[in-house]
């Protein structure tokens, strides 16, 4: 097949960048002081050796990962660099005959010079190039060809609608101690996706033709044309327009807060409350809301705010407000009040004798007086925390003393049996069995060997029994733990309440 380069797609791309209008809206393409771009893409090659094994190749293959950078400064005068590793395959018929990695780099120096809108950059320096060229051992294999070369080269920016940028580009190597020639052109689209004060970045949509020949010391000639296409990310630093930097520093730097403080349910302003504020993450002093509520005067440097605010009886609340330039922001604050710190006791009074429900019996908590209903219970609510004293009475028992602790946002269960006040009343002993470690409750046997009883506790570890006057011994025991008795002597009539603590046996 004869090597006929067709340099289209090249071509028309430099087209229709040139031919793009340049209008009001090109104010000036930003000069950055230093770029970086990395690109990977594809490589479509066409190629033929036609001295030594004569090789004719054509197809498209990976394009390894490209850099590219330069440096101008503040000044005309910069420098760039490039690197380039091409990956190449040769096949015939479906199979793989050689192939490998070609490495193109090249350095120099750099001038600019602005046309108008438009931005042109003239570049000389070194260009390194490993070429195409193979010999036959056998079998066909690759054996790349060092090309080094002065290069001369150009590359124009374009300013288009939208903030995008056209890039046209072109090189020429000069071969330095070997037969070459070639020339290589291209261009990009830029599409600006971020920029951070000095720092932006661009992706862009490129297009590259190249085309190559080579006569080797042996008389091997060797010839290539290589249409490249690719995606790339172009980071660079500095590059806003004169334009953009003088309305950027003649905007204000400062702008000023307003905040209102509100009851959330009634939205009566909350006076005297108090205020901090997080600007640029350093939490400043406390401020005091007026009488009205309102924090005003505060000249705060733009950007966001997180303010803090709390008021006696109230939950604290949070709020980030964003400072303009130049402006007032103003936020309304709702905080709700605290839940009140109390809880509530229920109590239950029953028969020592028959366990049933004692109706209107006399409940004392405090200075708060209430009386059971027909279930033999009363609930008090309101109740601070902490320790707390009942008194209970009923007509024809005597009355029983207890004392409770209460705890906040909780319903405390208070059980109370009370003993006839007739003559020859039994005693009621009551209490819980629990383990020592770890204060568990503890499903326990409990013997009275006087009284013939053995009796089980509940899942509660609790227990109540009923008993003659008189002296008796209880003895605790439950598995894994070390049995314990207790001698008590009781009266008629008397409630006594203990708890009981069993240690573990040791293994």
Do not use: C
């Amino acid at each position: 097949m004869p090597f006929r380069p067709r340099p289209f797609f090249a071509v028309l791309l430099l087209a229709l960048t040139l031919g793009a209008p340049i209008s009001a809206w090109a104010q000036g393409v930003p000069a950055e002081q230093a770029s970086v771009r990395v690109r990977y893409g594809l490589a479509f090659r066409q190629g033929a050796q036609e001295v030594g094994p004569t090789v004719s190749y054509g197809g498209m293959t990976p394009n390894d990962v490209a850099l590219w950078a330069a440096v101008f400064g503040e000044g005309w005068l910069g420098a760039w660099a490039s690197v380039q590793r091409e990956g190449f395959s040769l096949s015939q018929e479906a199979q793989l005959v050689t192939g490998g990695s070609l490495l193109r780099a090249s350095v120099g120096p750099a001038a600019r010079v602005f046309l108008g809108p438009v931005r042109a950059e003239v570049s000389a320096g070194y260009g390194f190039a490993q070429l195409p060229v193979f010999s036959n051992e056998g079998q066909v294999r690759l054996v790349p060809t060092a090309r080094h070369a002065a290069l001369v080269g150009a590359r124009v920016l374009v300013p288009l609608p939208w903030s995008l940028r056209a890039e046209v580009r072109g090189e020429l190597p000069v071969a330095i101690g070997s037969t070459s020639e070639g020339f290589a052109a291209g261009g990009a689209l830029l599409i600006p996706v971020l920029r951070r004060g000095e720092w932006g970045g661009a992706l862009a949509l490129e297009y590259q033709y190249l085309r190559d020949s080579l006569t080797t010391a042996d008389g091997a000639v060797s010839r290539q044309v290589i249409s490249r296409a690719g995606v790339a990310f172009e980071l660079s630093y500095g590059g806003g327009s004169r334009e953009a930097r003088v309305e950027e520093a003649a905007q204000p730097e400062t702008g000023e807060l307003v905040l209102s403080v509100v009851d959330a349910e009634s939205g009566r302003p909350l006076p005297d409350a108090r205020v901090v504020l997080t600007v640029g993450g350093v939490e400043q002093e406390p401020r005091v809301a007026g009488a009205d509520g309102r924090l005003t005067g505060v000249v705060l440097p733009r950007g966001e705010v997180l303010a803090r605010v709390s008021a006696g009886g109230y939950v604290s609340a949070e709020e980030r407000v964003t400072v303009p330039a130049g402006g007032r922001a103003e936020r309304v604050v709702r905080v709700r009040q605290e839940p009140p710190r109390v809880g509530s006791l229920r109590i239950t009074v029953v028969d020592a004798r028959s366990g049933g429900p004692l109706a209107g019996a006399a409940v004392s908590v405090g200075s708060t007086q209430v009386f059971t209903d027909a279930t033999g219970r009363v609930r008090v609510e309101g109740l601070a925390p902490g320790p707390v004293e009942v008194n209970v009475s009923a007509e024809g028992f005597r009355a029983a003393q207890e004392a409770v602790v209460i705890v906040v946002g909780t319903r405390t269960e208070l059980p109370v049996t009370l003993v006839s006040a007739s003559k020859g009343a039994l005693a009621t002993l009551s209490g819980q069995v629990r383990g020592v470690r770890k204060g568990k409750p503890l499903r326990a046997w409990l013997v009275i060997p006087e009284a013939k009883l053995r009796r089980r506790t509940d899942v509660r570890g609790s227990f109540q029994v009923q008993l003659k006057q008189g002296r008796y011994r209880l003895i605790f025991s439950a598995p894994g733990h070390l049995s314990q008795t207790k001698v008590v002597t009781v009266r008629e009539g008397e409630q006594a309440i203990f708890n009981v603590d069993l240690f573990p046996k040791s293994r």
